[in-house]
């Protein structure tokens, strides 16, 4: 039998349900602005050996927990298991990011690549999932992920991180069809990861697409969208009597919000270009939104930091369908008080915004 979860404001707001206070969590809450996360992977020896160990993935997901009134835990991982476990060698190099041993430079690999066996390539991931679940014991719900098609693409004809993406844009523009047919490989593994993860506890999953926004509009309808559609189209809804809630993040989305909420997913994320008071006006409350408030401002001072949280939740305004969370990821350089500072904020200022109760 299911625990029953104590905070379920995280779901309840991604449904766009009344909530007393805007819920909250930290993309890469889990990460090296923490000491013990630190401490965690110097114990692991790296990157992808922490990623790989369910016990230890475990423990890193449940160290901001520790220090902080959040709503949600997000699954420890990385969003190149993916093509790991199709067989491109990912490692890690000093200084240098992600590289991939195998990566895809030719029609012939692409219509070779294989779509993996989740419960045996990805059982280490679904294993920490499983892990992490009984270790919250109803505390707050657990965020299953991966990238989205695109982006994971990017890395695997790339090659590795890059910024103008000159590959995988040249066989974008020269063989889109081969590129069609990378990316739907990479979406049917992904919604199958995805399904493991649901299956294994995740309460809801988010895609991150975090280089969507270095597409044209209609490329990224056609090459990153287009796929994401797929993932949500295939994906389990409902585990228990319970909606798994699905969370779409293009970085630089912009406008095309709009497009993205007639998915069927259930909320967006939105990064600090584009104001939520837009955002909202993009999707007309068809799905819930998620962020926006910009990284950097927690290497500011204290009022600093309680004015931008009072922006961000004046921008979203009045209303149930809003979860407060970073732009993007939180950066290494941040002082972990300094978070403690945008959390007491949101739980003081937030309840204003809600007509249900009063804060917890």
Known sequence: MPVALKNDLFLRALMRQPVPRTPMWIMRQAGRYLPEYRATRAQAGDFMSLCGNPELACEVTMQPLRRYRLDAAILFSDILTVPDAMGL?????????????????????????????????????????????????????????????????????????????????????????????????????????????????????????TWGGALEPDDYRRFSLANMQKIVDGLDREVDGQRIPVVLFTKGAGPLLADMAETGCDALGVDWTTSLAQAREFVQDRVALQGNMMPSILSESAEVIEKSVAEVLASYGRGPGHVFNLGHGITPDIDPANVEIMVDAVHRLSPAYHDQGTSD
Not at 110 to 129: F, N, S
Not at 149 to 177: C, D, H, N
């Open 89 to 209: 060698g990912l490692h890690f190099e000093t200084g240098e990011g992600p590289k991939f041993s195998k990566p895809i430079r030719t029609a012939a690999q692409i219509k070779q690549l294989a779509i993996p066996d989740i419960g045996t390539e990805l059982k280490y991931v679904t294993d920490a999932v499983s892990l992490i679940r009984r270790e919250l014991d109803g505390m707050v719900p657990l965020i299953g992920f991966a990238g989205s098609p695109w982006t994971v693409g990017t890395y695997m004809v790339e090659g590795g991180s890059s910024r103008e993406f000159p590959r995988i844009k040249g066989l974008m523009a020269e063989q889109p069809a081969l590129l069609e047919q990378l990316l739907d490989t990479v979406a049917v593994t992904t919604t199958n990861y995805l399904n493991a993860q649901i299956e294994a506890g995740a309460q809801a999953v988010m895609i991150f697409d």
